[in-house]
């Protein structure tokens, strides 16, 4: 292997090694986990509360998204 080859892999290597790391949520070569986390039972009855009105937030405003957008597509069908 040539000196400039050579120069090129390793800087290649390299580039790939400062890249940020994306987490494999799905795979099986994911960490057992980043922390410990606690679990449900565990949280204060505030946190659990506040925790359930974010979720339905986050629900409801998804649903009202979709249903824009299906009213907004449905003109186009024509």
Do not use: Y
């Amino acid at each position: 292997m040539s000196a400039s080859m050579t120069r090129r892999r390793t800087k290649a290597l390299s580039d790939r090694r400062s890249e940020p790391r994306q987490f494999d949520l799905f795979g099986g070569n994911r960490p057992r986990s980043t922390c410990d986390a606690p679990t449900w039972s565990a949280l204060p009855a505030e946190a659990r509360s506040e925790l359930i009105g974010l979720m339905r937030r986050l629900i409801l405003e998804h649903v009202d998204r979709e249903q824009r957008n299906a009213v907004v597509g449905a003109g186009h069908d024509l």
